[in-house]
C-alpha cells in the first residue's frame, strides 16, 4: 500500500522547499528518520543524472532496449544536469539522496545503480560504500554513460574511483546472481520497455537480504496529482526544454507516466518476483514515488 499524506494546501505548500527539509534528507540520515519523513511535501519535476568512467573502467554488453528511447536519452544527454536542477529547483537531489538511504548502501558493499543516466545516484552510492565497496553504474546511453565519466574525472574525493560504468541492458543484466548488496534505479524503471523482466533482473543478481530502492515519478490514482502532474509538464517541462531545442523530446513524460505502474502495482510486481517485502512512498507532494522491496 502507497503512504502518503495529501490535501490541497499541502500540494501548494510544496512549491516551497526550505534549508531544514534538506537538513532532514542528508545521507547519514538514519532510515527510520528518511521513512518518517517520505511524507513530507516537497514539489516539482525531476529525471535522471550521473557519472561515466575512464575507458579502462568501461564496459559494454547487449542493449535490447527500444532504440528510439535510446535515441531519445542519448541526445539530452549534454544538457540532462542542467535540466534536473532547473525542473526540480534542485529538489531531485533530495529524492536521490532518499532513494540512497532506503537501498541501506553501507560501507564495503558491492552495489548496482541501474539506468544511472549521468550518475548522481552513483556518486551518492560511493561516499555510502567508500573506498573498500564498489559501485557499478549501467545505462543504456552510451552519451549519458560519457557526461558521467566526464564528470567522475572532476571528482576530487578518492573513494569516487571506485565506480565502473557498464552500457548494458536492464532486462539482461551481465552479472551473477546473487552479487549485489544494494540496488537503486533514478527514474529508470519507467522507461524500460519490459518491467517484469527488469524486476526480474533485479532480484536475480541481489543478495538476499539486500534492498532495491527505486525512484521515479508517481502514477497517482489521485485526479489533482495526475492532472497537476501534465499541467507541469505541458506548462513547465516542455517549454523549458524547447530553449534547449527539446520540446519534442520531453513531450514524452505525459505519456510514460501514463503507461507507468501505480505504487501498489509496482509494490505487487516486487512481491510476485519474489521479493519477501515491498514498500511504495510517495514523495515530492506525491508528483515522486520511491519502491522500497527487499529481497
Same mark, same amino acid.
Given at each position: 500500500?502507497?503512504?502518503?499524506?495529501?490535501?490541497? &494546501?499541502?500540494?501548494?505548500?510544496?512549491?516551497?522547499?526550505?534549508?531544514?527539509?534538506?537538513?532532514?534528507?542528508?545521507?547519514?540520515?538514519?532510515?527510520?528518520?528518511?521513512?518518517?519523513?517520505?511524507?513530507?511535501?516537497?514539489?516539482?519535476?525531476?529525471?535522471?543524472?550521473?557519472?561515466?568512467?575512464?575507458?579502462?573502467?568501461?564496459?559494454?554488453?547487449?542493449?535490447?532496449?527500444?532504440?528510439?528511447?535510446?535515441?531519445?536519452?542519448?541526445?539530452?544527454?549534454?544538457?540532462?544536469?542542467?535540466?534536473?536542477?532547473?525542473?526540480?529547483?534542485?529538489?531531485?537531489?533530495?529524492?536521490?539522496?532518499?532513494?540512497?538511504?532506503?537501498?541501506?548502501?553501507?560501507?564495503?558493499?558491492?552495489?548496482?545503480?541501474?539506468?544511472?543516466?549521468?550518475?548522481?545516484l552513483a556518486?551518492?552510492?560511493?561516499?555510502?560504500?567508500?573506498?573498500?565497496?564498489?559501485?557499478?553504474?549501467? &545505462?543504456?546511453?552510451?552519451?549519458?554513460?560519457?557526461?558521467?565519466?566526464?564528470?567522475?574525472?572532476?571528482?576530487?574525493?578518492?573513494?569516487?574511483?571506485?565506480?565502473?560504468?557498464?552500457?548494458?541492458?536492464?532486462?539482461?543484466?551481465?552479472?551473477?546472481?546473487?552479487?549485489f548488496d544494494?540496488?537503486?534505479?533514478?527514474?529508470?524503471?519507467?522507461?524500460?520497455?519490459?518491467?517484469?523482466?527488469?524486476?526480474?533482473?533485479?532480484?536475480?543478481?541481489?543478495?538476499?537480504?539486500?534492498?532495491?530502492?527505486?525512484? &521515479?515519478?508517481?502514477?497517482?490514482?489521485?485526479?489533482?496529482?495526475?492532472?497537476?502532474?501534465?499541467?507541469?509538464?505541458?506548462?513547465?517541462?516542455?517549454?523549458?526544454?524547447?530553449?534547449f531545442g527539446?520540446?519534442?523530446?520531453?513531450?514524452?513524460?505525459?505519456?510514460?507516466?501514463?503507461?507507468?505502474?501505480?505504487?501498489?502495482?509496482?509494490?505487487?510486481?516486487?512481491?510476485?518476483?519474489?521479493?519477501?517485502?515491498?514498500?511504495?512512498?510517495?514523495?515530492?507532494?506525491?508528483?515522486?514515488?520511491?519502491?522500497?522491496?527487499?529481497?
Amino acid at each position: 500500500m502507497a503512504h502518503h499524506v495529501l490535501d490541497c &494546501d499541502s500540494l501548494i505548500r510544496s512549491l516551497s522547499l526550505t534549508k531544514k527539509l534538506y537538513l532532514c534528507f542528508n545521507v547519514s540520515a538514519k532510515e527510520k528518520r528518511i521513512a518518517d519523513m517520505a511524507s513530507l511535501q516537497l514539489h516539482l519535476l525531476p529525471f535522471s543524472t550521473g557519472p561515466c568512467l575512464p575507458s579502462s573502467r568501461f564496459r559494454r554488453s547487449l542493449v535490447r532496449s527500444s532504440t528510439k528511447r535510446q535515441a531519445l536519452f542519448n541526445r539530452i544527454a549534454p544538457v540532462y544536469d542542467n535540466l534536473n536542477d532547473l525542473l526540480s529547483l534542485g529538489q531531485h537531489r533530495i529524492w536521490k539522496r532518499m532513494a540512497v538511504s532506503w537501498s541501506g548502501a553501507k560501507k564495503g558493499d558491492s552495489v548496482l545503480d541501474l539506468c544511472c543516466g549521468s550518475g548522481d545516484l552513483a556518486f551518492l552510492l560511493s561516499e555510502k560504500v567508500g573506498s573498500s565497496g564498489k559501485v557499478i553504474g549501467l &545505462d543504456f546511453s552510451k552519451e549519458q554513460l560519457s557526461v558521467a565519466s566526464s564528470r567522475q574525472k572532476l571528482m576530487s574525493k578518492a573513494f569516487h574511483t571506485n565506480i565502473e560504468w557498464v552500457e548494458g541492458d536492464a532486462i539482461d543484466l551481465p552479472f551473477s546472481d546473487g552479487h549485489f548488496d544494494a540496488i537503486t534505479m533514478g527514474y529508470g524503471l519507467r522507461n524500460v520497455v519490459d518491467k517484469h523482466k527488469a524486476m526480474q533482473e533485479m532480484y536475480r543478481v541481489s543478495k538476499a537480504g539486500s534492498r532495491v530502492s527505486i525512484l &521515479d515519478f508517481n502514477k497517482s490514482i489521485n485526479p489533482v496529482i495526475a492532472f497537476t502532474q501534465e499541467l507541469m509538464i505541458d506548462n513547465v517541462v516542455v517549454p523549458v526544454a524547447s530553449g534547449f531545442g527539446l520540446a519534442e523530446d520531453y513531450k514524452y513524460l505525459k505519456s510514460s507516466i501514463r503507461e507507468f505502474l501505480t505504487g501498489k502495482e509496482l509494490e505487487e510486481l516486487a512481491l510476485d518476483v519474489g521479493f519477501s517485502n515491498a514498500r511504495y512512498y510517495e514523495i515530492g507532494g506525491s508528483l515522486m514515488g520511491n519502491l522500497v522491496a527487499t529481497r
